[in-house]
């Protein structure tokens, strides 16, 4: 044989032995940068605290409440029905998410929406996602420290508020009733790094929604 | 080797004409994430002549609509364009060979033109029902399947030439 | 990356310019390689010449460890290239026929082509051949209808049907068409010995 063809041979096995050590990818798909970056700066994916209890006292079918933080923190106390999905489980070493999730997350008509102490880890878990094409993930503003404050402990507004503040204030102590039956208080150390509260006005539905 | 490479003197070398298919498929792939095909332009010319010649009949029927659009004329398509290339780009290297002469037929020598003429027929039918069940010939799903790893071109490869070996035999007659 | 054109870095109307100048490519290898020679084409059943599987087969090796390249390199979206769907009946049904076809007929549609622009008339018979069986597939497509989406699997890939990786099935494709090449120019040999 030719020596040309013995180069050849040698060549393409080289390239076929490197091939071999390819990283397996994972074809699950992604939504272009650009339109992530439009998502991100969006913010009607947040929904307060206020609306996930009306949901979950209405026991809207379509809500499905995932619960981001650990399993540790999850078996201590989680919000009614809540699924746990920890941010390390969710994604594997180089922020893939895991395919057997999307079967979870990725149900026609549902909402999901997801929480964690504040709503950084949330916040997190809903842009790895929203970058897979899934759709109608929300973000539970101020996570559970904010669900805390406003649904477990909520504070009489002053004498001057308007009317909107004592109503919102009713719903809370409602809601407070619903969920603690007015006699457990949660424990303090569930209230880490302290967010901002976002006061919005009580709406029937979340935004967005279905 | 040596033997081969006088027979086929006027020719390219295999080899280096594979790499250079291998690359234009994979260019092909690259610019248009799709493959080359051939039999595409001949079913796009029937579905376009029978629309023709009886538009009601072809939009009921379950295979001529399949491939019949509102949008464009069933000529108005990638490989159509693509097999006017093969014409062209044939022409050309066979022009530059010196190969393009006027009408005539190859056959061995055992058989006569007319016989080799009605198998080329018959081939042709046959190849042409066959590409259909196989959703694209030897340079759509055999070619371009394979290389793209599509489990349907390696099976519709293996058993092109699987078929083609097995029949072999009963055909051997026409070839040697 | 790419593909190019269905990311947008080219624009959809230069699609048949495209079209028409990869066809030209196509049919100048094609035929510069001998593919518009039946007789050629046929000597790889009959093992006195290996020039359809030398071709073809290289074609496929270049282009599945180029794509596995431009994949790992990034430059191509490998989920948004075309994957032919399997059909398992149709496309075992299929391949025999269109090897009975490739015996009968000595060509295939490609080769056919080019074939007829080099003025065989063989080729151009092959061609109306090819028109009258795809006049007569799609004439008869309600009574074979079954056949045609028979075992359906959905786009699978090689991956998905052994379940093993892109670069483990391009380096078993590279070893066993390198033992087919050096396989077949012994046989080649030998036959054309006994010939002569």
Redesign the interface.
């Known amino acids: 044989m030719n020596k040309t063809y013995y180069f050849l041979i040698i060549l393409i096995l080289t390239l076929g032995i490197g091939a071999l050590f390819f990283p397996e990818k994972s074809y699950i798909k992604e939504i272009s940068p650009e339109l992530l970056f439009y998502k991100m700066n969006n913010p009607s994916r947040f929904v307060t605290t206020d609306q996930v209890a009306k949901l979950i006292i209405e026991s809207d079918p379509t809500l499905f409440l995932i619960d981001t933080r650990s399993s540790d923190q999850y078996g201590s106390f989680s919000l009614p029905g809540a699924m746990n999905i920890p941010l390390d489980e969710l994604v594997d070493s180089i922020g893939i998410i895991c395919p057997k999730w999307i079967d979870y997350l990725d149900i026609e008509g549902m909402k999901v929406i997801f929480f964690s102490n504040s709503d950084v880890i949330a916040d997190q878990v809903w842009v790895i996602c929203t970058r897979h094409e899934l759709d109608n993930l929300y973000v539970m503003r101020g996570g559970l420290n904010t669900w805390a404050e406003t649904i477990l402990m909520p504070q009489k507004p002053s004498e001057y508020s308007p009317d909107e503040e004592f109503a919102l204030y009713d719903f809370r102590r409602g809601a407070c009733q619903y969920f603690v039956g007015g006699s457990i208080s949660i424990k303090s150390d569930v209230v880490a790094d302290q967010v901002p509260r976002v006061r919005r006005k009580k709406k029937t539905v979340v935004a967005g929604g279905c | 080797m040596k033997n081969l490479e006088e027979r086929s003197e006027q020719y390219i070398n295999p080899y280096l004409g594979g790499v250079l298919l291998g690359l234009t498929v994979l260019l092909t792939v690259y610019i248009t994430g799709r493959g080359l095909g051939a039999t595409g332009a001949v079913k796009s010319t029937i579905v376009a002549a029978v629309d023709q010649v009886a538009p009601t009949y072809a939009e009921n029927q379950a295979y001529y609509s399949k491939f019949l659009s509102d949008d464009h004329h069933p000529m108005n398509n990638w490989l159509v364009f693509e097999t006017i290339g093969i014409f062209v780009g044939a022409f050309l290297s066979g022009l530059i060979a010196g190969r393009v002469k006027k009408f005539r037929i190859e056959h061995s020598p055992k058989i006569t033109p007319k016989t080799r003429l009605i198998f080329a027929t018959l081939g042709g039918v046959f190849f042409g029902i066959g590409s259909q069940f196989g959703r694209g010939c030897t340079s759509g799903a055999a070619l371009n399947g394979t290389a793209t790893m599509a489990t349907a071109g390696l099976l519709a490869m293996i058993f092109i030439f699987g078929s083609g070996y097995l029949f072999a035999y009963f055909f051997r007659k026409l070839w040697i | 990356m790419?593909?190019?054109?269905?990311q947008g870095y080219?624009n959809p109307e230069w699609?048949?310019v495209?079209?028409?100048?990869?066809?030209?490519?196509?049919?100048?290898?094609?035929?510069?390689?001998?593919f518009?020679?039946?007789?050629?084409l046929?000597?790889?059943?009959?093992g006195?010449?290996?020039?359809v599987l030398?071709?073809?087969?290289?074609?496929?090796?270049?282009?599945?460890?180029?794509?596995?390249?431009?994949?790992?390199m990034n430059?191509?979206d490998?989920?948004?290239?075309?994957?032919?769907?399997?059909?398992?009946t149709?496309?075992?049904?299929?391949?025999?026929?269109?090897?009975?076809?490739?015996?009968?007929?000595?060509?295939?549609?490609?080769?056919?082509?080019?074939g007829?622009?080099?003025?065989?008339?063989?080729?151009?018979?092959?061609?109306?051949?090819?028109?009258?069986?795809?006049?007569?597939?799609?004439s008869a497509?309600?009574l074979?209808?079954g056949?045609?989406y028979g075992g359906e699997?959905g786009?699978?890939?090689?991956?998905?049907?052994f379940g093993i990786?892109?670069?483990?099935?391009?380096?078993l494709f590279?070893?066993a068409t390198?033992s087919a090449f050096i396989l077949v120019?012994w046989i080649?040999?030998r036959v054309?010995k006994n010939e002569v």
């Open positions: 790419g593909p190019l054109i269905s080219i699609n048949f495209i079209a028409l100048l990869l066809g030209v490519a196509f049919g100048y290898i094609l035929e510069a390689s001998g518009s020679s039946s007789r050629r046929a000597g790889v059943f009959y006195y010449d290996f020039v030398r071709v073809f087969m290289t074609a496929v090796m270049v282009a599945m460890i180029g794509l596995v390249y431009f994949d790992y430059w191509i490998i989920s948004q290239i075309f994957i032919l769907p399997t059909f398992l149709s496309v075992i049904v299929g391949g025999v026929i269109m090897g009975l076809g490739f015996i009968m007929g000595g060509y295939c549609p490609g080769t056919s082509f080019t007829v622009a080099i003025g065989k008339l063989d080729a151009v018979f092959f061609t109306a051949g090819l028109f009258l069986g795809i006049f007569i597939f799609s497509f309600p074979i209808e056949i045609y699997l786009p699978v890939t090689v991956m998905d049907t990786s892109r670069g483990l099935f391009a380096f590279i070893v390198i120019s080649q040999k054309t």
